[in-house]
């Protein structure tokens, strides 16, 4: 069974930086794809970056430029490293696996195609 663990949230000012980490176990897929979600209070869960098997990469319009997904296959780890950080970043981060080959448009508008979560971890940032 696929079990994911994230890390790396915390405080930090605006400007800042943070990398995130979603540790990955069970998983003996060839295929996924994979996505960053978060969700501030009274909000609904946003989708904001996913990454699939053939490492295809894709962004919501709000953290384009700021933010990059990648994998490291050798820990099996999901990343988020996120840079130029604003207040409206603020958020609980959740990483999200869904089995399937591809991430294709519209997968980060659809939190319900990812079967499996993480607990998440809070993001917070000051101005």
């Known amino acids: 069974q696929v079990q994911l663990v994230e890390s790396g949230g915390g405080s930090v000012q605006s400007g800042g930086s943070l990398r995130l980490s979603c540790a990955v176990s069970g998983y003996k897929y060839s295929r996924f794809c994979m996505a960053w979600f978060r969700q501030a209070p009274g909000k609904e869960r946003e989708g904001i970056a996913a990454?699939?098997?053939?490492?295809?990469?894709m962004y919501a319009d709000s953290v384009k430029g700021r933010f990059t997904i990648s994998q490291d296959n050798a820990k099996n780890t999901l990343l988020l490293q996120m840079n130029s950080l604003k207040p409206e970043d603020t958020a609980m981060y959740y990483c999200?696996?869904?089995?399937?080959?591809?991430?294709?448009?519209?997968?980060?508008?659809?939190?319900?195609?990812?079967?499996?979560w993480g607990q998440g971890t809070q993001v917070t940032v000051s101005s």
């Open positions: 999200g696996f869904a089995l399937k080959l591809y991430c294709i448009g519209g997968d980060l508008n659809r939190p319900g195609l990812f079967g499996l």
């Open positions: 990454i699939d098997s053939a490492g295809s990469t």
